[in-house]
């Protein structure tokens, strides 16, 4: 009896053993496919154009921590959005066209644009990240529907929120600095941050957030869509002067301009706060850092781009209201300090999301072509776009680097940043110029919402 005691024992390990080696290979597969899923923080700034950014030339202010992510990742050049920032919010949730989701202008009053959100039956980037596993918060700014009324945002895939609600359910404007009026995943928020500055609550609500979803073993994808530096142009808690003059009133104010530098130095302050968080959780190498903005300075503002000034270009059909600044930082993959001048617009955020965290694209046609090989280091097997697509309330064009070929059949000479593009008489231009724009004209033309509900859009990468 003890022998067979004693054989039973070993036969039981050795099937252990077997069973141990032969499960090695799936555990170490799915260990290797975890590790390969990076965390994502996605950063946007709401009105500021590339002279807000040091690291672009501009010298309105300092902005060391957004320069960081220059100087430890990819600048790129040749960044579209919309000039408007409900349209560009859409386009980079959707990986769709303005005019495809019916997000054409900034929603503001309910009764007036009620029928003019965006419908929970469009896509989402983070709806396909959480099939992959991911946790997905979004704090900020949303824009995308009447939080009152539509509450729409975990349907978008987002997990947990928390939003300036800008309207409250009897239609009247609240704050978003000074004496806050946030929504937190369908409840208000307000006497117990009435004290606080509202963009910071933000980033205590994301820094919060990525620590929980790190502790958890999860990956993770953190929006900041920042409520700065969009007016009210009021104090900052780093303002010399701290006047509370118009921070605290409702409705429409612009504020006072003075304190717009102010704003600009809190927006940086706080990238540093996100940044700081993923270092002391030692995560920084596997998360992706994606630093945008959603549109052109607001035109009430000017500053200084080398030895120029200029006026600011938001809902301008301009490279001043359209080309932004695009930061990405990625550690494992992304050579410190390099450059990149491929033409990028915000549809492409979806499929690159997607294609980088293992997440299948979402079942509806969208219009974004991933540059995820950009970032991995595979450039030699991007296709490069050839035009980008640039929306404002129903006018539209297609840019390339050199020219515009607007929706009015009007071509435009691209000239150096921050210079308005000059309108060409076609007659001028030579015999394969003409036929390059007749071509991108024609591609224009063929864009619109019915071919993308019939299935098509223009994923042939011919058409880039």
Known sequence: MPRLTSFCNRL????????????????????SAEAEQPNILFILADDLGLEGISAYGGDLVKTPNIDRLANEGM??????VNPYCTPTRSE???GRYPYATNTLFPISDYERHKNDVLDTSEP????????????????????LSFLSKQDWVHDFGFDTYQFWQIMTADNERTTRYHNP???????????????????????????????????????????????????????????????????????????????????????D??????????????????????????????????????????????????????????????????????INDNLIEAADFLPTLCEIAGAPLPDQAIQGHSFANILTGEQSSYQPRRWVHVQMEQGRYLRTKKWIVTDESTYKKVQPYPEDAVKVDKTTVDEATRTELQMLEQTLNKLNKQNLNDGSSNSDNSEY
Do not use: C
């Open 92 to 94: 980079l949730l959707t």
């Open 269 to 338: 302050h706080n990238v540093g706060r996100l940044l700081e968080t993923l270092d002391q959780l030692g995560i920084a190498k596997e998360t992706i850092v994606v630093f945008l903005t959603d549109n052109g300075t607001d035109q009430h503002l000017y500053g200084k781009f080398g030895d120029q000034t200029l006026y600011g270009g938001k809902a301008t059909l301009t490279d001043r209201g359209s080309l932004v600044p695009l930061l990405i930082r990625w550690p494992r993959k992304i050579q410190a300090g390099s």
């Open 12 to 31: 039981l390990s050795i099937v252990a053993f077997l069973f141990l080696v032969l499960s090695l290979p799936q555990l170490t597969a799915a260990g």
């Open 181 to 267: 009026y946030f929504r937190r995943d369908g409840e208000i928020v307000h006497e117990e941050i009435k004290d606080r500055y509202g963009p910071d609550v933000m980033v205590d609500f994301l820094t919060d957030f990525i620590r929980k979803s790190h502790k958890e073993g999860q990956p993770f994808m953190a929006y900041y869509t920042s409520l700065l530096p969009h007016f009210p142009w009021v104090p900052t808690p780093g303002s010399k002067e701290s006047s509370m003059a118009g921070s605290l009133s409702s409705g429409i104010n612009y504020g006072v301009p003075k304190y717009y530098p102010d704003m600009i130095r809190r927006l």
């Open 124 to 143: 989402s980037f983070a709806r396909q990240l959480k099939k992959a596993g991911y946790k997905t918060a979004i704090a900020g700014k949303w824009q």
């Open 75 to 80: 600048k790129f050049t040749h960044m579209f």
